[in-house]
């Protein structure tokens, strides 16, 4: 069964640390990983990664993927109580021919608390 | 660019009842999903609509159904609901069903079933 792990699934810290959230994953037939934000409702989308060992950053936020280990991370620098949210990982799985099954496998999330 | 726009926000239903809640997806998408997130957990995929189709459904009992209209905006419709349908419920869209676009989410419809 496709299943996706994140951790911790929670996470204090103080304004101006750094932060490492984590996802593994077992998907068959991987095609991408993807971040996103949740703060109250909707999720907003932050990354998505295809490609082993290719940073993707936007600001403070970073992320990277390993598909022979299977995992990514997310890393956020200087942390800001903006930042507090819940962040979820997701998988997308393709088809056989390549092209994208369509739905997303979500972790349970990793719930970020940045103190002032 | 309005993004995706879902409706009602919140409802309260009694056990039993149906409810139908309601998606008009991103501008220029065609693709059409519905997701499920109860407390405390990540989302969870009911179902996918493209050209007015189910294209594909994940684990989710035939109490949930669908529709998508020929403008790409869709429904979900709960029957019988039971008290563990309590949930947010996350429509979602994109362009191409298998283009592996980025997936755009609503604000949710949360459904209390008392």
């Known amino acids: 069964e496709d299943k996706v792990v994140q951790s911790p699934l929670s996470l204090v810290v103080h304004e101006g640390d750094t932060v490492t959230l984590n996802c593994s994953y077992e998907?068959?037939?991987?095609?991408?990983l993807l971040w996103y934000k949740q703060e109250k409702k909707a999720p907003t989308f932050l990354f998505m990664l295809?490609?082993?060992?290719i940073e993707k950053k936007s600001g403070r936020l970073s992320s990277i993927l390993d598909k022979k280990e299977l995992f990514s991370i997310l890393n956020i620098t200087a942390t800001q109580t903006g930042d507090s949210a819940v962040y979820l990982c997701?998988?997308?799985?393709?088809?056989?021919?390549?092209?994208?099954?369509?739905?997303?496998?979500f972790g349970k999330g990793t719930k970020l608390s940045v103190k002032p | 660019d309005a993004g995706v726009t879902q409706s009602p926000t919140h409802l309260i239903k009694t056990r039993g009842q149906q409810v139908t809640l309601r998606c008009s997806p991103k501008?220029?998408?065609?693709?059409v999903s519905w997701y499920q997130q109860a407390l405390g957990q990540g989302p969870q995929f009911i179902f996918q609509?493209?050209?007015?189709?189910?294209?594909q459904r994940g684990n989710f009992p035939d109490r949930f159904s669908g529709h998508q209209f020929p403008n790409y905006s869709s429904e979900l419709n709960v029957n019988a609901l039971l008290l563990g349908d309590s949930a947010l419920y996350l429509c979602?869209?994109?362009?191409?069903?298998?283009?592996?676009?980025?997936?755009?989410f609503g604000e949710g419809s949360w459904l209390t079933v008392v």
């Open positions: 997701a998988v997308e799985a393709s088809m056989n021919y390549g092209g994208s099954q369509g739905n997303l496998i």
């Open positions: 998907v068959t037939n991987f095609r991408s």
């Open positions: 295809t490609s082993s060992g």
């Open positions: 501008s220029g998408h065609d693709t």
């Open positions: 609509y493209y050209e007015e189709e189910e294209r």
């Open positions: 979602a869209s994109t362009f191409g069903p298998y283009s592996g676009n980025t997936i755009y």
